[in-house]
């Protein structure tokens, strides 16, 4: 057992072991009670367990924000970055060391603020990685203040009167940025639905992008409220090649028949019309990721100091 307390997997020092959901669990949650970010959690455990990823080539990467203190909880490698840096600095880990798992959690103020511009691009760069987005509607670690997926006239600390303006919607824009290769949406309060996407997004070769409808009970109650409460609110993207959960559709009795290969009916499905639409809008194998057709030559240090050298004596004096 090593620090990271899992088997030295394929270093030869130590027997394959199994690893169960709480060799992956790192420090207690410190998130509030009835926050979603603990669903969230659990429902990565289960993925790491089912698929027994080795931590040590494991990488969980963070901006700044409730969720962000994800890596502090998953005995993983983790990097807990700047506010809405994750994106630029899981796309270098994932070019440096390919054969490293990268998940990227984000909250909404980190991802669609600050980090927009990052997130624009890495969309377009489509590296092989999951991006996980907890949606909650709000800067929750700062205490309350009006994010840019705020619905319009949610009151904060910020906009005391409510948001002026309608909320960003992240499903939307992210369909809209050439090289879109997999956009899902769930819920926290769906623990299997949850799995199956995180599953469905870790199995997609390119850079799988997942808002998370997540309930903040300090700032945002309301938020999701009445899609938990009523599932005449909530409408299942069905298709055998979406993200199935059988028993899902027996509460959610209204499904949509939708092809993820479908990007124009996506977009349709993505605007704002008061459902909640749970599932993959949009899955494509055929884009490029970025470490795929990257074509910079591996350099070894000798050869990297020479060229630099060289660069240098083109300003001596
Ligand atoms: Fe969760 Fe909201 Fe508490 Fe942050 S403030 S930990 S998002 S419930």
């Known amino acids: 057992m090593n620090e990271l307390g899992c088997s030295l997997l ?10 169960s959901m709480g060799d992956y669990e790192a420090a207690i949650a ?13 429902a990565m455990e289960r993925l790491l367990e089912a698929e027994q990823l080795p931590p040590e080539r494991t990488v969980f990467v963070s901006g700044i924000g409730c969720s962000s ?31 490293l798992h990268v998940f990227v959690v984000m909250g909404d103020g980190d991802c669609c603020s600050i980090g927009a511009g990052h997130w624009i691009h890495t969309v377009r760069y489509n590296p092989d990685m999951v991006a996980i987005m907890l949606d909650n509607g709000v800067y929750g670690l700062t205490k309350n203040q009006t994010s840019p997926t705020t619905p319009k006239g949610h009151r904060s600390y910020t906009q005391p009167r409510g948001a002026y303006l309608p909320g960003l919607n992240p499903v939307a824009t992210t369909l809209g940025v050439t090289n879109a290769s997999f956009v899902a949406q769930t819920g926290d309060w769906l623990p ?53 959960v059988p028993d899902l559709e027996q509460i959610y009795k209204k499904h949509v028949r939708h092809d993820p290969s479908d990007l124009a009916n996506a977009h349709r499905l993505a ?13 494509s194998q055929s884009v490029p990721v970025y470490e795929d057709v990257r074509t910079v030559p591996l350099r070894t240090a000798e050869e990297k100091i020479e060229i630099l050298n060289e660069e240098l004596d083109r300003y001596a004096v």
């Open 30 to 42: 410190r998130w509030c009670p009835g926050c979603g970010d603990h669903a969230v959690l659990t």
């Open 192 to 244: 299997d639905h949850l799995y199956e996407t995180f599953k469905a997004a870790y199995h997609h070769h390119g850079f799988a992008f997942i808002r998370v409808l997540q309930r903040c009970p300090m700032y945002t109650d309301d938020l999701f409220a009445e899609a938990v409460r009523d599932p005449n609110r909530v409408e299942l993207l069905l298709h055998p090649d979406g993200i199935k």
């Open 69 to 99: 203190r994800f890596p502090h909880y998953v005995k993983t490698y983790g990097f807990h970055g700047l506010h809405g840096r994750a994106l630029p600095v899981a796309t270098g880990i994932k070019v440096r060391r390919p054969d």
């Open 271 to 283: 605007q704002e019309d008061g459902m909640v639409r749970l599932g993959l809008f949009y899955r």
């Open 10 to 19: 394929g270093s030869g020092m130590e027997e394959e072991r199994w690893l």
